[in-house]
């Protein structure tokens, strides 16, 4: 006789597409079995060896296969109760939420009261933390009808382990969010030594998988590369994963003239500019253009101010207009002559300074002008680069860096010392950071900002006064003691 003890079955644990049951003895084991809906299909396979003084007790399977169990109980029982030893038990399902249940060789024993999984053990002894990381796992609403303990001492099993995985787990990558640029091209305008921010962005660039285009200065070019292929900058070049940056391709170019019309004779006939040709903005794109056909990343890294040194009140007119013609109209122009080459949801980028919003003594020459021109001239390009082409557009205001450039100021030093005294974070900024960011703007995870303006400087832009000042000497203010 079978007893239906159907009343005394824990409630069902809900899955994503299916409900867990279980399976009880009466007196030996209580098993657990999933019954996956829609296109899923589940099997249980089992052996049992009880003790002879407990054969004759009536072994129970759920109302499923009563009916079957009563026309053919004579023969079930031959089967289950005369093997000589305990069997492999195997579960598996697959269903259309991608879960994958595998158990493999189970087992119970005196001294092993539980069923050991890949992410959890279930028994006895684990109902606590290591249940939650199951049920977390595989998102089960409730693990206490899935814990079951067991009783018998004399039937043996080999170890359970079960793995709860997503379907195609095994194929993807490291979880996380890493900047991909792989097949993407990018152009950085501006890029003559290892040392300047236009150098850390092409090696992110590059270390994110893009393939690097530079355009360096004309009376730079020939230092530039003959120092690149001597390997003076290899140690700069070095990437994360040790290999070295590749610069598939150098281009002569001087982005304050946009078309060979526009070049003065004097300056054609420099012998700086001797065995060079091609090396206007125009003629620079479209050499790009036959070259490689498209881009995706756009990089604006140049600026000038011949008069950078004078107060503003001693700035000429000439050096004036030569100032905002080199560092903020140039992307004007690297942006209407590059975009036909750019594809569709593309990034382009500049670089800016604080003096275009605060006082910097000493930052003169128009190029304070220049920098608020450029930011003023992102927002608007954003808006017509985005609704015509696809393309963000975004700027990045980096803190003071001790390069070549900004060298020829003459106070750098004092700027850096001033940032380290006063930025919220009391550390020097490195190249690296400001690459790094690029890379980020430049990748899709930054695929919803444009028109921004974007601060790499340790946070000094959000000081209102200098902290290191005499006046507050007699304020508890923190500072960085590591």
Same mark, same amino acid.
């Given at each position: 006789?079978?007893?239906?003890?159907?009343?005394?079955? @824990?409630?069902?644990?809900?899955?994503?597409?299916?409900?867990?049951?279980?399976?009880?003895?009466? &007196?030996?084991?209580?098993?657990?079995?999933?019954?996956?809906?829609?296109?899923?299909?589940?099997?249980?396979?089992?052996?049992?060896? @009880?003790?002879?003084?407990?054969?004759?007790?009536?072994?129970?399977?759920?109302?499923?296969?009563?009916?079957? #169990?009563?026309?053919? #109980?004579?023969?079930?029982?031959?089967?289950?109760?005369?093997?000589?030893?305990?069997?492999?038990?195997?579960?598996?399902?697959?269903?259309?939420?991608?879960?994958?249940?595998?158990?493999?060789? @189970?087992?119970?024993?005196?001294?092993?009261?539980?069923?050991?999984?890949?992410?959890?053990?279930?028994?006895?002894?684990?109902?606590?933390?290591?249940?939650?990381?199951?049920?977390?796992?595989?998102?089960?609403?409730?693990?206490? @009808?899935?814990? /079951?303990?067991?009783?018998?001492?004399?039937?043996?099993?080999?170890?359970?382990?079960? /793995? =709860?995985?997503?379907?195609?787990?095994?194929?993807?990558?490291?979880?996380?969010?890493?900047?991909?640029?792989?097949?993407?091209?990018?152009?950085?305008?501006?890029?003559?030594?290892?040392?300047?921010?236009?150098?850390?962005?092409?090696?992110?660039?590059?270390?994110?998988?893009?393939?690097?285009?530079?355009?360096?200065?004309? !009376?730079?070019?020939?230092?530039?590369?003959?120092?690149?292929?001597?390997?003076?900058?290899?140690? +700069?070049?070095?990437?994360?994963?040790?290999?070295?940056?590749?610069?598939?391709?150098?281009?002569?170019? &001087?982005?304050?003239?946009?078309? $060979?019309?526009?070049? !003065?004779?004097?300056?054609?006939?420099?012998?700086?500019?001797?065995?060079?040709?091609?090396?206007?903005?125009?003629?620079?794109?479209?050499?790009?253009?036959?070259?490689?056909?498209?881009?995706?990343?756009?990089?604006?890294?140049?600026?000038?101010?011949?008069?950078?040194?004078?107060? $503003? $009140?001693?700035?000429? /007119?000439?050096?004036?207009?030569?100032?905002?013609? =080199? *560092? *903020?109209?140039?992307?004007?122009?690297?942006?209407?002559? %590059?975009?036909?080459?750019?594809?569709?949801?593309? +990034?382009?980028?500049? #670089?800016?300074?604080?003096?275009?919003?605060?006082?910097?003594?000493?930052?003169?020459?128009?190029?304070?002008?220049?920098?608020?021109? #450029?930011? *003023?001239?992102?927002?608007?390009?954003? %808006?017509?680069?985005?609704?015509?082409?696809?393309? /963000?557009?975004?700027?990045?205001?980096?803190?003071?860096?001790?390069?070549?450039?900004?060298?020829?100021?003459? %106070?750098?030093?004092?700027?850096?010392?001033?940032? $380290?005294?006063?930025?919220?974070?009391?550390?020097?900024?490195? =190249?690296?950071?400001?690459?790094?960011?690029?890379?980020?703007?430049?990748?899709?995870?930054?695929?919803?900002?444009?028109?921004?303006?974007?601060?790499?400087?340790?946070?000094?832009?959000?000081?209102?006064?200098?902290? &290191?000042?005499?006046? %507050?000497?007699?304020?508890?203010?923190?500072?960085?003691?590591?």
């Amino acid at each position: 006789m079978i007893k239906n003890n159907s009343s005394k079955r @824990p409630p069902s644990v809900s899955l994503q597409t299916g409900t867990v049951t279980t399976l009880q003895s009466l &007196d030996l084991i209580e098993l657990n079995y999933f019954k996956l809906s829609k296109a899923s299909s589940a099997f249980v396979f089992f052996q049992r060896n @009880p003790p002879k003084r407990e054969r004759k007790k009536p072994f129970f399977l759920t109302q499923y296969f009563s009916l079957f #169990l009563t026309l053919a #109980l004579p023969i079930v029982q031959r089967y289950l109760f005369s093997s000589a030893r305990v069997g492999a038990l195997k579960m598996a399902a697959t269903a259309a939420c991608s879960l994958q249940m595998a158990a493999v060789k @189970p087992c119970i024993s005196s001294s092993h009261r539980g069923v050991k999984a890949g992410v959890a053990v279930v028994g006895g002894n684990s109902k606590g933390a290591l249940w939650t990381k199951l049920s977390s796992a595989s998102h089960i609403s409730s693990g206490q @009808p899935f814990l /079951r303990s067991f009783t018998s001492s004399s039937v043996k099993f080999d170890k359970v382990v079960t /793995r =709860a995985m997503a379907e195609s787990s095994t194929n993807k990558p490291i979880s996380g969010l890493p900047i991909d640029l792989k097949g993407k091209r990018a152009f950085i305008a501006g890029v003559a030594d290892d040392n300047g921010y236009g150098w850390a962005i092409a090696k992110s660039l590059a270390a994110a998988g893009a393939e690097i285009l530079v355009g360096t200065w004309v !009376p730079a070019l020939n230092i530039f590369e003959t120092s690149l292929r001597r390997g003076k900058f290899d140690e +700069s070049r070095v990437l994360p994963d040790g290999s070295l940056m590749e610069i598939t391709k150098i281009y002569p170019l &001087d982005a304050i003239y946009d078309k $060979l019309e526009d070049v !003065p004779e004097d300056v054609k006939s420099n012998k700086r500019y001797s065995g060079s040709s091609k090396w206007t903005v125009q003629e620079c794109a479209e050499s790009v253009k036959q070259d490689f056909g498209s881009i995706d990343i756009l990089v604006h890294s140049l600026a000038n101010g011949p008069e950078v040194s004078k107060p $503003l $009140l001693e700035t000429s /007119r000439n050096g004036y207009l030569a100032a905002l013609s =080199a *560092s *903020s109209y140039s992307y004007v122009s690297l942006l209407k002559h %590059f975009i036909p080459l750019m594809n569709p949801g593309g +990034s382009s980028l500049s #670089l800016t300074y604080i003096a275009s919003e605060r006082i910097i003594p000493g930052y003169g020459g128009g190029m304070s002008s220049a920098k608020a021109a #450029l930011e *003023s001239d992102t927002r608007v390009l954003a %808006f017509e680069a985005g609704r015509k082409h696809r393309i /963000r557009v975004n700027a990045i205001s980096a803190g003071p860096l001790r390069s070549r450039a900004a060298k020829a100021i003459g %106070f750098i030093d004092t700027m850096i010392e001033y940032s $380290l005294a006063n930025a919220p974070l009391q550390k020097e900024l490195s =190249a690296d950071e400001v690459g790094n960011t690029a890379a980020f703007l430049a990748s899709p995870l930054a695929s919803a900002i444009t028109g921004a303006v974007i601060y790499v400087d340790n946070g000094l832009n959000a000081m209102g006064v200098g902290v &290191d000042s005499p006046i %507050f000497k007699d304020l508890d203010i923190p500072t960085d003691k590591h």
